[in-house]
């Protein structure tokens, strides 16, 4: 597969497209007066440094500290806010309505059926097996009646199942499927070795996405990542709002990503919390089966004499949230539980002990 044979699926008007091109597009040198973006040249009403400004739309720096703690150009980094934009974003510029579908493998991460309703786009799913990988069977018969599939989303490590899927199945599918494979890397920080961002290079096909919103701790700053070929990344920034990712939260991307080992501390932590965790949760009488993690969180199945969203309301009851999968496929009597503080552990396992 060549770049050529991924560009030949961008949607016409995206090809076409001129962008908006902002102020700060058309002068990005440095001035002594800036009276070209209609701001407020008095500043901001609550006084902080630039806050009257308009952000880099770019994030430049972002993208310089990015590839140089992952090794890529940055060219080849697309910053969205959050990963939801980067889905968003694929869909609009990949699948038409009516022409272009997505094929999901539920259980899975809610937005990339979220996302592909708002943009009406249809999707096919293709269930995860029994040991919640990719069903290669089912998968390879779908792709030889369906030739309308443009996308396909591999959530690795799986939301909310835990698991890291093989890396056998999706090089085939990297190498077989007609269409963008964008593989989720949200959880990639707690088992790093497995990152698709490495071979990049080697396909054009080959979307990924990861988030500042797990093991950086900055969910609140809405800021996600795509690494893909420069001429996809150039085709997301061409389609995204000229000015995505606000100034603030661009600040304390930058303030963050320059204290990587911080964030590499408190995984070696959180692994060894999960680990404490999935200890204790093997003497809970109603937990029938915990499965393998490679994420800060774990699916547990309930035993069929209790009912996990009881368990989930008696959970609420004692203060405590957990996440009730138990309606999505293969995860019947679901829990999903996030590997909280030692402190918060105690009082989960405490409140789990005493559910009836
Ligand atoms: C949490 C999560 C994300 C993160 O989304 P953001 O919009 O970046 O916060 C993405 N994908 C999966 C599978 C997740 O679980």
Not at 24 to 52: K, P, Q, T
Not at 294 to 313: G, H, I, M, P, S
Request: include cysteine.
């Amino acid at each position: 597969m060549t770049i050529e044979d991924v560009l030949a699926w961008v949607r016409p008007h995206v090809l076409a497209l001129k962008p908006y091109s902002s102020a700060r597009d058309e002068f990005s040198g440095v001035a002594d007066v800036y009276l070209d973006a209609n701001e407020n040249s008095l500043g901001a009403v609550a006084h902080a440094a630039d806050w009257h400004r308009y952000p880099d739309p770019h994030a430049s720096a972002i993208k310089h500290i990015i590839a140089a703690l992952k090794g890529v150009k940055p060219a080849q980094i697309f910053v969205g806010n959050g990963s939801d934009e980067a889905i968003d974003l694929l869909y609009r510029v990949f699948c038409a309505p009516g022409q272009a579908s997505a094929l999901l493998m539920p259980p899975t991460y809610g937005m990339y059926g979220v996302s592909a309703a708002i943009n009406a786009i249809e999707t096919v799913q293709v269930p995860l097996n029994q040991q919640f990988q990719i069903d290669r069977p089912a998968l390879q018969k779908v792709l030889e009646q369906r030739h309308d599939l443009r996308l396909v989303f591999v959530c690795s490590p799986n939301n909310p199942t835990g698991n890291l899927l093989d890396k056998a199945d999706i090089t085939w599918l990297l190498d077989h499927f007609n269409g963008i494979v964008v593989v989720d890397e949200a959880y990639i920080d707690f088992c790093p070795e497995a990152s698709w961002v490495p071979v990049l290079n080697q396909y054009p096909n080959l979307v990924v996405v990861q988030t500042l919103s797990k093991a950086w701790g900055l969910a609140s700053l809405r800021m996600g990542l795509a690494y893909a070929h420069e001429q996809v990344i150039a085709l997301l920034n061409k389609v995204k709002p000229p000015y995505n990712l606000s100034g603030p939260a661009q600040e304390a991307a930058l303030l963050s990503l320059s204290q990587a080992q911080e964030k590499d501390h408190k995984v070696a932590e959180i692994l060894t919390l999960r680990q404490q965790l999935l200890t204790a949760l093997r003497s809970v009488p109603c937990i029938e089966h915990i499965y393998s993690t490679d994420a800060n969180f774990v699916l547990v199945r309930l035993k069929a004499t209790w009912n996990a969203t009881q368990v989930y309301q008696d959970l609420t009851k004692a203060g405590i949230v957990v996440r009730d999968r138990s309606s999505q496929v293969g995860c019947e009597n679901c829990l999903r539980i996030t590997v909280g503080t030692a402190a918060e552990n105690q009082k989960l396992l405490a409140a789990l002990l005493s559910v009836e």
